[in-house]
């Protein structure tokens, strides 16, 4: 299974088209944690002790929760995970997390701001794969759900 960890250039390109003038997206953010988070080329930021990888994923959100909020965009959810209901028995995630944002700009903003790129490392570090997916929310009327 391929890891994922960051986007490339053409998911981003994607995204920016597929997102963009369509308000408020939700990420969610499927997380699989490294036993022991790996600051291999991250010698700036790496903490004075062996850390796991959950921990590595806390710095990197304790650090940038202030500028997500700052920008208008929030934690909708974060929660413990493990096996799908329905799903392939080979994906297990440790963990869940909904972030909201006002629009695609606001992600954007957020992820070129200097709080996340400064703090980034620690989520690389820790994570051992990762999902994103952008979601908009689909308007129904009572009659039609």
Known sequence: MNKHINATPETGKEFYLNFHQ???????NLLKFKSKADYANLESIKPQKDISGEEAYKLYTDNTLLELNKL????????ASNNFLIGPESEKWDAVLLVEHQSVQTFMKFAESKIYLNNVGHRTAGLEDSRLLPTTEIKTTPNNV
């Open 72 to 79: 208008g965009s929030k934690i909708l959810f974060y929660g």
């Open 22 to 28: 369509k308000g408020k997206i939700v990420m969610l």
